[in-house]
């Protein structure tokens, strides 16, 4: 399982890319065959799938329409919900067969080759889709639930964001009403914020709680692809954090059920990093990181990244989260992006990187927040040949101001 192994961030940019290359203009049913190729030849090697099947629901029944991957046996052409395969999938979505063998598993029922499998569905009734996949030996539960969860959640994702089209304007709209414009102002501290979205309505997002006037909550958050499925995403997040954060101001519960909420959604199951972080005038920082790119805290000291946390928001019903603490010192400065600026790619292919965010910031030690936060932007831009956006691109600097002697 190398995708989930060297970490879930690499998995996600192959389904980006994989989701990128779908013609939304062909009908549904031919667009889903031509996802289970590129997915088994994006995919199927690395995490170990060697058989896909895709079957399309027709009146109570659901009727083949597509095999990929290694040959396998004469397929079964027709399931109902009656076979407990079938019946374990419609009721779960996403369902890990560990046995092949086993009575009503897919091997059995003659969807797959004998041994272990797993199956996603997506879509709603009368209009659902069923895929299986065969495991090659050597297969772990953990990586392969949270791989199948994540396809799942995604393609559930682009099929309504084919559906929605239409609203994209409306969703607009409803997402500015929810982000802020500016960063608010706090004793001893330099705040400036910009965030671009790549189409009408982005996936990133910026956002700031004041708990007491010496505290400052912040939050910067990246679903995954853009448009309106990620607006939705960032309407839950940014709603649940503001919501739960007021009421108890205990940030590792709050991101636990969180991660429930956006697990149980349908309409925007997908996936979230989020960084979010306490700041007290005096320089401490508590913070969690769920998944997010780094952030990068200049000091004297040098330069670290602040990683402490646990993973994405979205894919697993339940996961585990823990606090880490930082110090803001006089005259340091914390730079929180979002990947659109990070992986922001030049002609070559060749990205930006954090490397020249650091060369850039350590340029500057005396420019304000705004002026870095401008100088970063132009600076991606330019690397990009001035190119539009790719991706959504955020980013929050917060400096911490010298002592008046």
Known sequence: MAITSTGPKLLYRRLDSLFGALDHRR????????????LMRTLGADMGWTTGRMYEEVGSSFVLRKSGGQPGPPERRELTSELPSVDLLLTH???????????????????????SAAGIMVGQAPDRYLFFFHLAPGWHYEETDFAFNTVRAA??????????????LEAAEVQKSLLLERAPDF???????????????GGDFFDFISFAPEVLGLAVGDASGHGLPAALLVRDVVTGLRMGLERDLKVVPVFTK?????????????FVSVFYGELETNGNLIYLNAGHQPPLLFSERGVNSLTVGGTVIGPLPEVTFKRGFAHVD?????????????????????????DRMIALFKKHPTATAAELVALLFDACKAFGDGRPWEDDATAVVVKRLPKVS
């Open 93 to 115: 979505r996403t369902y890990i067969y560990p046995d092949g063998d086993q009575d009503g598993s897919p091997a059995r029922a003659g969807i797959l080759p004998p041994g």
């Open 330 to 354: 006089r005259g340091a400065t914390l730079l929180i992006t979002t990947d659109g600026l990070v992986e922001r790619p030049n002609a070559e292919g060749d990205q930006f990187g954090e």
């Open 258 to 270: 969180l991660n429930r909420v956006i697990h149980r959604s349908k309409l925007t199951s997908r």
């Open 155 to 168: 393609l559930d994702s682009r099929l309504s964001e084919h559906r929605s089209r239409g609203t994209i």
């Open 187 to 201: 004793p001893g501290y330099d705040i400036a914020c910009r965030s671009i979205p790549a189409e009408e309505v």
């Open 27 to 38: 009908p549904r049913g031919r667009l889903l065959k031509g996802f289970l190729d590129d």
